[in-house]
């Protein structure tokens, strides 16, 4: 196109391109789950990496079971048997602390996978840190540039490839060196994760349709952008008439850990020409 005529194609803080046409469901599951992950991290409302916080929540688990049934066994000595009890107090505390947490993160999980089997074609997603979308602290905007023979409607498992870890491991270095979470509001904040999905979601438990969705015009959020295989225009600059804004019913609860982590209220809410 020669100079004058100009384009409109956006800038990207972070373009990551990959060899595959699609990144199919699960790659896109993955992606959205590891940056939530990342987001909530660096911004210090929770302790520790999700995948972390679920290896602990499983393992105090298992080790609660263990104890039950070493307890049962009746030649068990009295001081072994008080210690035991002991140990099984603490692990039940350590179970109670992160077992609301753990389940509303669960619940995202399943109303993302949801999402993804029943709205073939989503391709943005927006993450927000802050008292409301409209007043953000923080936010992160996802593009997933596809052919459009390969949409997101998906059948399969939700198992994690190597290849989507490699493009979650990928994303996640860069957004660590374009400054993510370098600069935070030194407290608990809400998350609102949108999706822009076409108005055939029919998710009503899960995803409410909203009106228009704008920032403050003073706020600029982090955008990336994920580039399959053989891109052309078209798949780049997606049509919006057909796509709206969904407002999401999981919601992360106010959550305290050892009295200094508060969890985010969070908000998947999906895409809508309305929202």
């Keep these: 196109m020669a100079e004058g005529e100009g384009t409109t194609e956006e800038n990207y803080d972070v373009d990551i391109a990959t060899t595959a046409s699609s990144l199919g469901g699960s790659g896109v599951f993955h992606i959205i789950n590891d940056i939530v992950g990342f987001v909530l991290y660096m911004h210090q409302q929770i302790p520790s990496v999700l995948q972390d916080m679920s290896l602990e929540f499983e393992g105090l688990q298992t080790e609660f079971m263990d104890l039950e049934t070493n307890l049962a066994e009746p030649q068990v000595k009295p001081l072994v048997r ?20 753990m389940k509303t993160i669960s619940s995202l999980r399943s109303a993302l996978q949801l999402m993804i089997r029943e709205a073939p074609g989503i391709q943005k997603v927006v993450l927000i840190l802050g008292g409301s979308p409209l007043r953000p ?9 596809q052919r459009r ?13 190597k290849a989507a870890e490699a493009l979650s491991k990928k994303t996640i270095r860069a957004l660590i060196s374009t400054g993510a979470g370098s600069t935070s509001y030194p ?17 009503p438990q899960h995803f409410l349709p909203k009106r228009d969705f704008r920032y403050n ?7 990336l952008r994920f580039k399959c295989r053989t891109q052309d225009n078209a798949t780049n600059s997606p049509p919006t008439n057909d796509l709206i804004w969904y407002f999401s019913y999981s919601q992360f609860s106010s959550y305290t850990l050892n009295k200094f982590l508060t969890m985010p209220y969070c908000v998947i809410a999906g895409i809508n020409v309305d929202m």
């Design 217 to 223: 015009r003073k706020f600029v959020p982090s955008k």
């Design 82 to 101: 008080r210690k035991l009890m002991s140990r099984k107090r603490e692990v039940k505390n350590e179970i109670k602390k992160l077992e609301k947490l």
């Design 149 to 161: 023979d390969h949409v997101l409607g998906y059948e399969g498992d939700f198992a994690k490839s």
């Design 187 to 203: 407290g608990p904040m809400r998350l609102f994760i949108l999706v822009h999905a076409p108005p055939t979601l029919n998710l």
């Design 137 to 145: 602290q923080n936010a992160y905007e996802l593009l997933f540039t």
